[in-house]
C-alpha cells in the first residue's frame, strides 16, 4: 500500500476537548488520512501511524495531511469529520450523545472576519448546536467555561506556525 503526504504546510495542529461532566481532557490532532478517493481511513493519532510509511512508498494510494494551514481551518470537510470524533470522545452518556451540545472554542491568537466564520460553520456542522469562540488560552479558562457549554475545545497552535505569525507561544 502506498502513502502520500501532502506538500504544503503540515502543521499538526492539536485539539482538546472537555466537558464539565466528564472532567477529563482529550486529545487529538487535526490530521487526516484518506485513499485515493477521498475516502477516510484515519483520524488524528491514528492517520498519524501512516507518517512513518510516507517515504517507504511510491504508489501513493494514502494520503496523510492536517486539515489546518498557519493554525487555521484549510479543509473545511475534513476538519468537521476531526471534529466530530473530537465530539464523540468527549460526550459521555446516551443523553449528550443525542442532545446537540453547546461549544465554547478556545483560540489564543485573533482570527479574521473568514476565519471565525470558518470555526463557527465547522462547529455547526459537527453537530453543535451553539458555537462561541473565545481568544482565551483553553488550560487557564476550560474548567470556568465548562460551567456555560457543554464542550469547551482548545485549538493549540503549532508552535512553529504560531511563531511565523508573529505570536509569542
Known amino acids: 500500500m502506498g502513502i502520500a503526504r501532502l506538500e504544503g504546510d503540515f502543521s499538526p495542529v492539536e485539539i482538546r476537548g472537555y466537558s464539565a461532566s466528564s472532567m477529563k481532557t482529550y486529545s487529538e490532532y487535526a490530521i487526516i488520512a484518506t485513499d485515493r478517493t477521498h475516502k477516510i481511513i484515519a483520524i488524528g493519532k491514528e492517520a498519524y501511524k501512516y507518517m512513518d510509511a510516507v517515504e517507504n512508498s511510491a504508489m501513493n494510494e ?11 481551518v484549510a479543509e ?17 452518556g446516551m443523553k449528550n450523545k443525542i442532545l ?26 459537527a453537530g453543535a448546536k451553539k458555537v462561541t469562540i473565545h481568544k482565551r488560552d483553553f488550560e487557564e479558562n476550560k474548567s470556568e467555561l465548562a460551567n456555560s457549554y457543554s464542550i469547551v475545545i482548545g485549538i493549540i497552535p503549532n508552535k512553529l506556525s504560531y511563531e511565523k505569525m508573529g505570536k509569542n507561544g
Open 62 to 72: 494514502i494520503m496523510v495531511y492536517s486539515t489546518f494551514k498557519r493554525n487555521v
Open 76 to 92: 473545511f470537510e475534513e476538519t468537521v469529520a476531526v471534529m466530530k470524533s473530537m465530539f464523540q470522545s468527549v460526550l459521555t
Open 100 to 125: 446537540k451540545p453547546t461549544v465554547a472554542v478556545c483560540i489564543p491568537f485573533e482570527l479574521t472576519g473568514v476565519e471565525t466564520k470558518a470555526f463557527q460553520e465547522v462547529f455547526v456542522m
